[in-house]
């Protein structure tokens, strides 16, 4: 059963970058779609973007600018930077599975459980 | 960009009701691309619906979705204890691809 662990700092300042991994065990990164989404305090759910294994990305329109993913077959990771980070970014940052079939239908699952990002100096 | 609204903001129900939740899409949606989640406080959504309307493993059968277009529902049938959660609905669009959800709707003890 793949399951999926964020990891990275819990505090962030302002006007700086933020750096999130997602390390997936129980299966091969391979061959699938990953993502990050996150969750202000209190608030509904953000997709950020996801990235496939050959690399290939889409991102949300509202943060691709300061959003870069990447991944790494062998250590089994994808990871998340986010720049320019403001207040506005807080939240817990989550990484999923998107799970994605050729006739369209698609879905995240499963999910890591989640790690709160602060920014603040 | 489709907008995703569900309704109703908060749903306060006894345990044994039926819940009834919508989601409905600014623009039409395909059916294949709404999925539905169930988030408990602390932690991370679970899928419970994909396609619109087939259960994810695991998911019991009193949860239930239908719709097509730009309106979808959940139902549950009976509420039990664990279902008193947010559920939050969830669309793809393939061009461009975005994926986007809707603000949650909340389902509390009355």
């Known amino acids: 059963q793949v399951q999926l662990q964020e990891s990275g700092p819990g505090l962030v300042k302002p006007s700086e970058t933020l750096s999130l991994t997602c390390t997936v065990s129980g299966g091969s990164i391979s061959s699938y779609y990953w993502s990050w989404i996150r969750q202000p305090a209190g608030k509904g759910l953000e997709w950020i973007g996801r990235i496939y294994t050959s690399g290939s990305t889409n991102y949300n329109p509202s943060l691709k600018s300061r959003v870069t993913m990447s991944v790494d077959t062998s250590k089994n990771q994808f990871s998340l930077k986010l720049s320019s980070v403001t207040a506005a970014d807080t939240a817990v940052y989550y990484c999923?599975?998107?799970?994605?079939?050729?006739?369209?239908?698609?879905?995240?699952?499963?999910w890591g459980q989640g790690t709160l990002v602060t920014v603040s100096s | 960009e489709i907008v995703l609204t569900q309704s109703p903001g908060t749903l306060s129900l006894s345990p044994g009701e039926r819940a009834t939740l919508s989601c409905r899409a600014s623009?039409?949606?395909?059916?294949?691309?709404l999925a539905w989640y169930q988030q408990k406080p602390g932690q991370a959504p679970r899928l419970l619906i994909y396609?619109?309307?087939s259960r994810a493993t695991g998911i019991p059968d009193r949860f239930s979705g239908s719709g097509s277009g730009t309106d979808f529902t959940l139902t549950i049938s009976r509420l039990e204890p664990e279902d008193f959660a947010v559920y939050y609905c969830?669309?793809?669009?393939?061009?461009?691809?975005?994926?986007?959800f809707g603000p949650g709707t909340k389902v509390d003890i009355k």
């Open positions: 396609g619109a309307s």
């Open positions: 623009q039409s949606v395909s059916s294949s691309y």
């Open positions: 969830q669309q793809y669009g393939s061009s461009p691809p975005i994926i986007t």
């Open positions: 999923a599975s998107w799970v994605w079939l050729l006739s369209g239908v698609g879905w995240f699952d499963p």
